[in-house]
């Protein structure tokens, strides 16, 4: 399998051990994340060839995120510098009825200040079969609106894999663009489709419902307004309460329609990044399994994220395949 | 809305984390508590104007204390200083089945020693709209009694609301007074009663059950009793093990009989000062909306405070109206 | 009540905090275990006289774990010093369907290369009036399995009870002997078996299922063939996953069948030392209480484990018998 | 004493513990600081009534650093919100040969975008006596200048006293106004001058050297100049190394030539603020005593900071007098 | 070499990291003490058969303080349980010209209501070759003087040796004692004499100076005065400030004056205990070397006290002999 | 510049945070380190190529420490798996007068059971261009050993340099090899002998004293006596103390003799690996720079070295210089 190449932002997370809020302890923890880079890292725990390209800072900041990221294995050599600082965003874990909180110092961020000159995306792409972006990167900038389609373009007219995860953010795209047209550009050059109804309304307009015959009929209108899109992956959480979910998964790939059974979180540890944990699963899957097979990994590998820490999923190929062998009672591993 | 005021003992609680016994680590965190500072600390978080009462140690853990009651905004103008040791509580968290287990060294604290002649009422209450105390406050010695009983004279003189949770903790009451007789002569300055038919039966001798029915009965013979109270106040706590409760509350005002659905804490991270959640909320909201707006929003504070550590309730009245429009699911807030 | 006597390895238990991955944090905790140990300090917390019998390394982690042990007032005067280093085993502690992770450094360590030459059983056992072993300690080496033997024998000599938990761990057992041909051995020196079907089929080379049938059946023949062993003691763990388990026990008497009901572990603290916590109620339950009231008291004991972090059970008489006594509401005590 | 007013920005400051890097450890610890701030709550710490004026984000990263200022019993209800974030800065604290190294994130600060309409003076200044400001600020935008400006304006216009303490930081100064032009503009409104010969060369354009001789020449030209300032106090630090430094202060008010002794600093816990804690005990000091117990008063409480973590000077007035009573052999006190 | 024998308060010591004060952070460490108990466990580090004799709290706090005493192999069979709490000290540590400050909350605590009838002390003192009580004990109770007095006096009719350390504090004796009266009726048990110029002054009225011809004035008028009292050793400390002291000794026998030389404390961890750390030295040496080898024990004990945190020595004999034969470069030991 | 290989263990170092003991806390903190490692890693972050080459357990703690490894952009394709644990060494950090102190778990370790068909040399050298080693692997097993020279011999084929440090540490050596037949066999295939008096009398079995006379004859028999050694490197510490250290080094390349002056480091952090940081600098030096300020580098790398907690340098080629430039201050770098 050839490297499979992530862009976007390099974010601080910053927040206090378990369910304390700021004001409760001077004491904090900090990792490091990013939509993409946790799809990209999840893939290189997965043993995947991966390449995230990103903009930090140039300071004692910046060299511990690439410190951090290179700790998984993964290609750094198209990260570029930059004297502006990295972003960075505070996290208040919640519990129960209580939501975690999240608060962005980003917008004038290392990467927020990318443009297409930055990145020599021949060089960067050069061992590149696959190819993963999000919302949120063209939600930053126009720079980063253009330097990731650049990118995508040139991933395409290699005939790469393109995966989209375009999740829309209202608290995103201050800079001007319209997010639909902006999206509705970026995936016209990609392949698979993570995302549910509410990701397609967005995009086309529409008003589906969220039961799965809407979510085919949706999918069938996705394809035909984009027609390299072949397949479309809907993760879907049930949510009790902040510390009990649920998640499961459904597809259409143009001929099947598929969907696996809930597998229960009953004590979260941490949600950031499952959405991730799930894109990775299902960009590492789609490569070695059939597409059912695939989702099904994506799952188990987006459920085994709610119990790390942190933004990325830890978890290895062997881990993920247990779970879905059934072995779901935690019994102690020696 | 004028200021609230609030009278009692400040004590240093001292736990090791998470579930931990002291003997399993010598590293341990501080909070500030105390049951009517509790109530304060919770009222100024939702925007009151707060006054606390009580003395603190003469030393750099009574300034450790002042500055902790100072950080949510509240007035310590009448705080005194006392050559004797704040009081501590040793708190030892359990889980599941494992209940939390509390020691005291506050019976020669700073508190504990208070008379009248050390506080200036008429100062201490001249903005003053509200009065809440507790059962505890008369349970710690003769002068406690005798302070927090001035206090209330003038309170009502001054037409002062005055809420009463007269909880009744056989563990204190060591100096001498009759419980009953001492909760009996403070209650006849108050207006508002929380506690439920224990206390009721407690201080009336009576038997009444626990169905709503009872409830009613006891409320009315209560207010028979005592004229000047005007509504009650119940908080049930259903309890499937330290880890798992559930919360609900009923009323009566004199006319009304209404209750809450149950709020499911699926995950309990500190039932410390709950109450005092719920007694802050009904103060607050008391003073915002209807008896029975204010009954839900109590509860859904109550509610909240099991997902906070320490003592006291850190949520907002935006957080807390959130839960009653029905945000329970934990959904990220960017 | 006799002395109670331990024989087996002391191990240091070294895991990041909560759920954390070593590669997550570098700042880690550590408490000492090994089965065998963790059921004397156990009944030792129970009030019991219990000498451990063990190697520990002539350095500052042995002293360590020599001060850890005297701690809880056991009896460490046959312990013994060697050249060799402590064994470690390094723990993840998993959550929900990740289970936990262990990874043992205990091959040459301290313990390994006992003798029987090292212990001078009659003088370890003088005061004895019990002696319990597993069968972790066999399935270290030669030198384990002989020094063991040596002590049994001796044990019964002397006409002390001897409880017997002959766990089978595939992963150990490398030095060359046959683990069943091993255990039948030490079997012949035990009054009580601690275990449930699969112990006893590994022994017997039987089949038999899990049912309540069956194990009457299995302990009848394993009576038979062990004519010394007059009870079997099973307890059951039903695992919803890594942090929702339930708890139940039966037993066999050569008379009775008994059986308990099931204890929720709702939110699992630690499941580490739980089979050990249960042992340990076991043999204080039995000199203390009839049989069936003895399986109840391991079971509750069993539970509480759960609750706190480390090998050991910290639980008291006083807490367990709360338990029984229905208190699991998790009611703060004050 | 009047009002004491600062007016700067509030920054977050993150660092990991003892002398370790971000790259070794996700532990950090957080304080707040910025150099007008850390004056204010020094001088709040001696007993005095202080307003700090500033802008911080609406979030809870604001809120915390809100509670942060109130526990010093400080006034903030001159304190504006923004949508912006907080500025941070990261700090890595060296040893010995190592020097400590500062990384900011304030560039796009909720301070940075300040402007005059933001601060109502008149009420901010309403019971002032003593304005204090720094280099700091007018190097951060034409916004904090033209907001300082105009403060320092009003406060003249009162008859207030004004300490400036004009370092200037070449890595600031971003925005386009000649600094020199700028700090002589701000001189003009003051009249304690808090620097020494650098300071001077850099506003007069001189070139005078560290001697005494060159200092009270340089101070006699300054106030030449400046005709508003009355007093020139030096703080005199001597670096043997990171964790080794001297202080000593010098000053000329016009008539007098003063110094006082080297205090030894022989194990420097934190420089942060330490200049801070020099202005803040110069100006609390000048409004108690004469200039040279002001001096004297202003280098003890600059030595005793050298000994506190974080920004800002912890030590009361009896603590810095008894320093200067000769008490610095860190006898015990009970 | 018999059973040493220590009476007096456990006290627990609650204390921010490094040199933070309580304001700056609610995580702080715990350790146990108490003058004569820390004399206790150092000489049992030394191989000592030691028993403490005291009275704790019946609580989990007076569990974890057993727990504490005992893993150093201490004989705690004649500590006694109490319904008050355990006595704390809160401690903050200061650094350089910054003292370190205490304050204590003890004055009602479990040990301050002792009474004779509460210690057998025939039993106490069944092994019992040596006693050693100090100054503090008699300060804090008349039940605690009356229970020392009963102790030495049955010490003194078995033959025991009694080591005295006097200390005189003047923030304690509140019951009404005469502290000189007091002292004096208690040294007339005593055999060795550990304690300078000021502690003689203090018990004979004297006003001798500190050159060591006073020194041997001082001992030989107590000696005339106590005549049981043999030898006189005094522990002298120099401090540059609270990080930089210097130890050194001197002692007079009734024949000869010997004095060491300086140990040069350039970085101090904790001084707290560095007494007690003397005295334990000397008791163990007195017993092992003559009396000049003892003193010079005692000197290297003393010092390498100040390298461990919390109240306790916790060095072993091998350990300080290594310094005596000269190593104190700090070379690695593997 | 090539690749820099290193050959050695890789050792997770566990201590206690600052100068506890492990019987003090059950928090301790890990790094990974190794003679060998800790030069790579320093040249890693010097800019350097380097290629590791080590043994580590194929479990997460092999995991964890190849992620280490990584971070600092190591190559660590030639790092094998074995199913046996990794090396651990304790450390109790002392300070003053009290020595640190380690404990090791490595002598059936992962790396101590290597032979020479592990390692493909061929390809582990494909681009070096240095080779390092030191006496600690051959001292560890025969096959280590073994391992060793065959690398060095394949590394002198190929024309690359090699640099020794053939220290001699008595407490290993237990596999029956003669040390100094052994270290003779190796520096044979060496060019760069990084090692004082000691050393080098050591191998030769000479009797050279310390001082500079000396150092130059027994540098001269040592290249008379090995013709390959080119130069010789001494590096030499002065310690006051634990605490306090001086550092200087001299050299003698056939040529000349020089030396550099003293580096005070006055307050020591972590003095674990400041040879490897000199070896480091070094070998770094001595590729961009003449012999003189090859050694002027290793020397503040050295030193610099003793301000990191943990085994490696962190400091970059940067900051190393900016000490030789003089800034030796501790002043604030922003």
Not at 2 to 18: A, D, H, Y
Not at 139 to 145: C, N, P, R, T
Not at 254 to 283: C, M, P, Q, S
Request: proline share 2%; net charge neutral; with cysteine.
């Amino acid at each position: 399998m050839g490297q499979i190449v992530t862009f976007g932002e390099v974010l601080m997370r910053i927040s206090p051990r378990g369910n304390k809020k700021f004001i409760q302890s001077n004491i904090v923890e900090f990792y490091f994340g990013g939509t993409e880079l946790n799809v990209g890292i999840s893939i290189s725990n997965f043993g995947g060839d991966v390449k995230h390209i990103s903009v930090v800072s140039e300071d004692f900041i910046g060299e511990t995120a690439l410190a951090y990221i290179r700790q998984f294995g993964m290609d750094t050599s198209s990260i570029v510098l930059s004297k502006r600082p990295l972003g960075v965003y505070f996290l208040e874990v919640g519990a129960v009825i209580r939501p975690s909180m999240i608060s962005y110092n980003r917008s004038h961020s290392a990467f927020s200040e990318i443009v297409p000159a930055k990145v020599n995306w021949e060089k960067a792409l050069k061992k590149g079969e696959w190819m993963h972006w999000t919302g949120i990167t063209p939600a930053l900038s126009q720079g980063a609106f253009d330097t990731l389609k650049e990118g995508l373009k040139l991933a395409r007219e290699k005939g790469m894999a393109v995966s989209a995860d375009p999740t829309y953010r209202s608290d995103l795209w201050k800079y001007g663009q319209d997010p639909k047209a902006a999206l509705t550009e970026l995936l016209h050059y990609s392949t698979i489709f993570i995302g549910g109804v509410n990701e397609i309304n967005e995009v086309l307009g529409t008003e589906f419902g969220y039961g799965n015959d809407d979510f085919i009929k949706a999918s069938k209108q996705l394809m035909d307004t984009f027609p390299t899109i072949e397949k479309v992956f809907d993760k879907i959480r049930t949510s009790l309460n902040s510390s009990w979910h649920k998640i499961r998964a459904r597809m259409w790939n143009g001929v099947d329609f598929r969907e696996t059974k809930d597998l229960d979180i009953t004590h979260v540890v941490d949600r950031i990044g499952t959405g991730d944990a799930f894109a990775a699963g299902l960009i590492y899957g789609l490569q070695q399994y059939d597409d059912y097979k695939a989702m099904e990994f994506a799952s188990a590998a987006c459920a085994l994220k709610h119990t790390y820490e942190g933004d990325v999923n830890l978890a290895t190929v062997k881990e993920v395949n247990s779970i879905l062998a059934g072995n779901i009672t935690g019994r102690l591993v020696r």
